[in-house]
């Protein structure tokens, strides 16, 4: 059973940084593609960054040279640093998998809430 645990949320002014962690144990995390997805109130969830067993890297648009998303496969886990942060970053961050047998992210974490002020 695949377990996901998101750390490093929090409060933070903006134009500040933040960086998430993901743990990833129960799976094997070199062969997965990672992501990391938000939520925020009233809002469907949405894609922030994906990277792929190999590396490659994806963005949304909204977060471009902002963001980056990077993966320790020594330690299982996947790190997303965000800096310029801005007031509507604030959501609810979730971390995901994906196996390479599937078409979309089947696992998600319990979440981390980042908070930005104006």
């Known amino acids: 059973q695949v377990e996901l645990v998101e750390s490093g949320g929090g409060l933070v002014q903006a134009g500040g940084s933040l960086r998430l962690a993901c743990q990833a144990s129960?799976?094997?995390?070199?062969?997965?593609?990672m992501g990391w997805y938000r939520q925020a109130p009233g809002k469907q969830r949405d894609l922030v960054a994906t990277?792929?067993?190999?590396?490659?890297?994806n963005y949304a648009d909204s977060v471009k040279c902002r963001f980056t998303i990077s993966r320790d496969k020594t330690k299982s886990t996947v790190y997303l640093q965000m800096d310029s942060l801005k007031p509507e970053d604030t959501a609810v961050y979730y971390c995901?998998?994906?196996?390479?047998?599937?078409?979309?992210?089947?696992?998600w974490g319990q979440g981390t809430q980042v908070t930005v002020s104006s």
């Open positions: 990277i792929t067993s190999g590396g490659s890297t």
């Open positions: 995901a998998r994906k196996r390479p047998w599937q078409a979309d992210f089947d696992s």
């Open positions: 129960g799976t094997i995390f070199s062969i997965n593609d």
